[in-house]
């Protein structure tokens, strides 16, 4: 004889797929729509900002009435394409040399503008230098090992007043998942452990916190581990 009870199990069975296949459809449109989202967001904000500076003359929006998003991303890279093609020349150099010194003579807007130049030039500024490998080192103490950055051999004072036996090594490790903030360690040269993986391997390491590992052959997917539950 059935009873209603009967089919608890499978309707249980049901609901428990329904809710993974949930999860799952989420998993796969969460990054695409939230990307999607934030582009938009951005050209908005961007196009907010800008065309109303641009003369009607000069904008064809004022032609085929529809808005055109992200036209006024398209006038900023122009413009910033065009101001940095300026700077670099002798005139452009000239006037920036000129436009600084008289910020310098103003007591507040100089402590801004230098400021927000030391952050633009870091974050901006194309340069030469960069991290140059991957590595590990026992840090905060022996026996734990850590990802890090090696980026320069220690110079000077540090390399001189240091007490070791060989050169030091200036390794960046990085905080988990942000790698834009971290510590900055200098090794003894014997110490550092030197990885074959490419700086961008190591830094989706640390930014996973430990989920997504680089491939172990080159052309193969990075490998992602599964994330354990506490029993």
């Known amino acids: 004889m059935n009873t209603p009870f009967d089919d608890t199990p499978r309707r249980r069975g049901l609901l428990a797929s329904l809710r993974a296949s949930f999860l799952t459809g989420l998993v796969v449109i969460a990054p695409i729509g939230l990307t999607i989202w934030l582009i938009w967001t951005m050209f908005g904000f961007v196009d907010g900002f800008v065309l109303p500076l641009i003369p009607d003359q000069f904008n064809p929006e004022a032609y085929i009435g529809i808005n055109l998003r992200g036209l006024g ?31 310098e003579r103003t007591p507040v807007v100089r402590t801004i503008y230098s400021g927000i130049k030391q952050i633009a030039e870091t974050v901006f500024a194309q340069s030469e230098r960069s991290f140059e490998k991957a590595c ?70 640390v930014i996973s916190a430990g989920l997504v590992y680089p491939p172990e052959r080159p052309g193969d997917k990075p490998r992602v581990e599964p994330v354990r539950k506490a029993s």
Do not use: C, H
């Not at 093609?85 to 002798?90: C, E, F, I, M, S």
């Not at 790698?179 to 550092?192: A, C, I, Y």
């Open 73 to 103: 991303v398209i006038f900023f890279l122009v413009f910033t394409i065009l101001v940095g093609w300026v700077a670099k020349g002798l005139i452009g150099r000239s006037l920036i040399r000129f436009a600084e010194s008289l910020v």
């Open 136 to 205: 590990l080192v026992q840090y905060p103490r022996k026996g734990i090992w850590a990802v890090g950055f090696i980026s320069t051999q220690a110079k000077g004072e540090v390399a001189q007043r240091a007490e070791t036996m060989g050169g030091l090594t200036s390794v960046f490790v990085p905080t988990t998942p942000n790698p834009t903030s971290g510590f900055l360690l200098f090794f003894p040269e014997e110490d550092v452990v030197e990885l074959d993986m490419s700086l961008e391997d190591a830094a989706k390491l």
